[in-house]
């Protein structure tokens, strides 16, 4: 197949904000308290059975150049400034000055056995963390785009606008509070543009039910005016725990990131070395518990996270009524309509954040539309700060991430099952 240079550019993010906006305050944490320290990430397929064709991964490695042409604007600097008041000037100074560079992305395409133009793909990204942890989501974007512009053309966009309507008006109608999670995912750049469209319109159409959020995405939430939703990704609890050591490495990274965020919204993401250490740990200072304003489930059994959250808060006194869990882990209306009914009884406030469902749902055009056309599984992870590796140690095992020997070696020290 021949690409026109109109066509690979069509996978790059036309814009620096086209990401995740946890990028963004993982950055300037990483700023203020690591600026030295240098990162490597690693990509990870976890699908064996689906492979890319060589052109793909030549196509997508191609288009890494064209990352370095996106700068901040002056209408996302000022969007910024008003949308994000926990921007500090100095941090948006550095971002307005930040370009990538993709001299720090290698890829490498590895043929199968059977077949010399379909394999895998490695990906690896390294540098200074603080310029490196902008890569993770827009290489997954772009490397999804052009996997179903090239490789997998069995889908159809047709449909696609009313069934994101449809999704986010029984969300709304059920009461449910939920945000847009779908860039790193996504089909395409167009596929979470007219997601978020559907979504704006069926709040408008719905006003006083449920509640829209906001989106991930800091550019899509500037286009639509919206909030750019974002908690805390798994990397900065691996970073900080591979720096700083694995002995209350959950405290450890939950303090360095209050330091950075005073004000908050404060919001733990509870799994990296599983739930259960963090729960312990976090228990240990019921002063930090009070001021975070709650807790986000991203792996393991949903249905047991809240009544577990229930029991620690009030094993050190804490009204849990007051605090929110946010679900994010492979969520469909369904999951979420369930977790909001109990969430409800138990009494939590419940949010939700939604991504592959949203930005990546189709069905395939030969199955007549009766099966789904698979997203890529895939995750970008950091693998070592300053030769340090990194790992995480999820409530779903098959999550699990990082050099074994360390992972063994941190179970050890928690406790955990080998």
Excluded at 87 to 99: D, G, H, N, Q, V
């Amino acid at each position: 197949m021949t690409i026109e240079p109109e066509e690979l550019e069509y996978a790059v993010p036309g814009s620096l904000l086209d990401t995740d906006l946890y990028k963004l305050t993982m950055q300037q944490a990483v700023l203020q308290h690591f600026p030295d320290v240098t990162a490597t990430y690693k990509f990870t397929h976890r699908d064996a059975d689906v492979l890319f064709s060589k052109t793909c991964v030549d196509t997508f490695r191609e288009s890494l150049p064209h990352f370095a042409n996106m700068a901040l604007t002056s209408a996302e600097l000022s969007f910024l400034q008003t949308s994000c008041p926990f921007f500090t000037p100095s941090y948006l100074s550095y971002l307005s000055a930040f370009r990538f560079k993709p001299v720090q992305v290698s890829v490498n395409f590895i043929p199968s056995k059977n077949d010399a133009e379909r394999g895998r793909v490695d990906i690896v990204a390294a540098g200074p963390w603080i310029e490196t942890i902008m890569w993770e989501v827009p290489l997954m974007a772009c490397l999804s785009e052009t996997y179903f512009t090239m490789d997998d053309r069995d889908w159809s966009e047709d449909g696609q606008n009313q069934l994101a309507y449809n999704k986010a008006k029984t969300l709304l109608g059920a009461d449910v509070q939920f945000s847009e999670f779908g860039t790193r995912r996504r089909r395409s750049y167009a596929t979470q543009d007219l997601v978020v469209h559907e979504i704006v319109r069926a709040a408008k159409d719905l006003p006083g039910q449920g509640n829209f959020m906001g989106t991930s995405n800091v550019s899509l939430a500037m286009k639509y005016s919206v909030k750019p939703i974002g908690t805390i990704a798994h990397e900065w609890f691996m970073g900080v725990a591979a720096l700083k050591g694995y002995e209350h490495a959950n405290a450890t990274a939950l303090d360095l990131w209050e330091a950075v965020y005073p004000q908050g919204p404060l919001l733990a993401l509870t799994d990296t070395f599983s739930t259960g250490v963090f729960l312990k740990e976090f228990a240990a200072d019921p002063e930090r518990a009070r001021r975070w304003k709650g807790l986000r489930q991203d792996s393991g059994d949903p249905f047991v996270y809240a009544p577990r959250a229930k029991e620690t808060y009030e094993s050190i006194g804490i009204d849990h009524r007051d605090k929110t869990i946010i679900y994010s882990d492979s969520l469909d209306v369904d999951k979420a309509l369930r977790l909001k009914r109990q969430c409800d009884e138990v009494g939590f406030i419940p949010s939700f954040g939604i991504g592959t469902f949203f930005t990546n749902d189709f069905r395939s055009i030969s199955s007549g539309g009766k099966s789904k056309s698979r997203a890529l599984n895939m995750v970008i992870k950091l693998s070592s700060v300053d030769g340090k590796p990194c790992i995480k140690i999820s409530d779903e095992i098959t999550k699990n991430t990082g050099d074994r020997e360390t992972v063994n070696e941190v179970k050890a020290l928690y406790g955990l099952p080998l």
